[in-house]
């Protein structure tokens, strides 16, 4: 059995929840499929960047490496993000240098909005590259047959309505009273702002989460009496669905904080808010 190994640097804070939702999210989706689970392991190994002072030090990391047989790793994927791009090639190195000879898959913001004939110069020892979500372009990658050609640039468009919740399957474990946990209603941003990551630059659409999953996420929020949850919706309310999202907030009568991203131009005239 072949293995996948993920590797996420995280910003976690004291009582937060170690498994970061976008590598869960990968995680989730994957392990639906039986037929990737008969042939594949995955692995997550999360670094927590806040616990590293030297962040520059690769050697820093060596001590998260020691527990891995890197010669029955297949794949390594790594999430590429501003706080950690500048670690990359270094990692890749330090993974080479303890037996890794297998394809390293990067993704993430720096990847997808890096220029595709640059990402070979940026990173050279990288392989395959992500643009934009990454769970059907996983998928996809890992059923191939054929033999890798170098560089491999994947951008398969996801069905949101097939994604799982890590939450509901338990790829993320929610325990009682947890300080904060991240959710989302929907992904992408209609908008255009320069200084934002967060638009989808191949299909300019926002994809929504189906409703009654939302909901169940939040019955399970108000069951495990999570104290705050951040809603990662670059604009919570954009489109139509976000005030029966409040709505349902409302009638669970959960005491936890929730938290927000909006454009208030966008609210004009009266609403119905008597909830």
């Known amino acids: 059995m072949r293995q996948v190994l993920f590797v996420s640097f995280d910003l ?133 047959e054929e033999p890798i050609d170098n560089p491999l640039f994947l951008n398969a468009l996801v069905d949101f309505a097939q994604l799982p919740s890590p939450y509901l399957t338990q790829e993320i474990q929610i325990p009682v009273g947890t300080s904060m946990l991240r959710l989302e209603t929907k992904r992408g941003c209609p908008y255009r702002c320069s200084f934002c990551a967060h638009r989808d630059l191949t299909y300019n659409k926002v994809f929504k989460h189906p409703l009654e999953k939302v909901f169940e996420e939040l019955s399970l929020v108000r069951d495990r009496q999570v104290k705050k949850v951040n809603i990662l919706d670059p604009i919570f309310n954009s489109g139509k669905e976000y005030l029966e999202v409040m709505k349902e907030i409302n009638r669970s009568n959960t005491q936890t904080i929730f938290t927000l991203q909006s454009r208030f131009e966008n609210i004009k005239g009266l609403l119905d808010l008597s909830f």
């Open 12 to 144: 976690i804070r004291t009582g937060e929840i170690e498994k970061p939702l976008a590598i869960a999210s990968l995680l989730s989706y994957l392990k639906k499929d039986s037929e990737l689970t008969d042939k594949m392991d995955f692995l997550h190994l999360s670094i927590n960047s806040l616990n590293h002072r030297e962040k520059t030090d690769i050697s820093n990391y060596e001590q998260y490496l020691a527990g891995y047989n890197f010669e029955k790793i297949s794949f390594i994927a790594i999430s590429a993000y501003i706080w950690n791009e500048y670690l990359i090639n270094g990692f890749i190195r330090k993974l080479r240098e303890f037996g890794f000879g297998g394809k390293v898959i990067l993704g993430g913001y720096q990847i997808t909005y890096d220029d595709k004939s640059t990402l070979s110069i940026n990173y050279p020892d990288a392989q395959i590259f992500i643009s934009g979500y990454a769970e059907q372009s996983l998928k996809e990658l890992f059923l191939m």
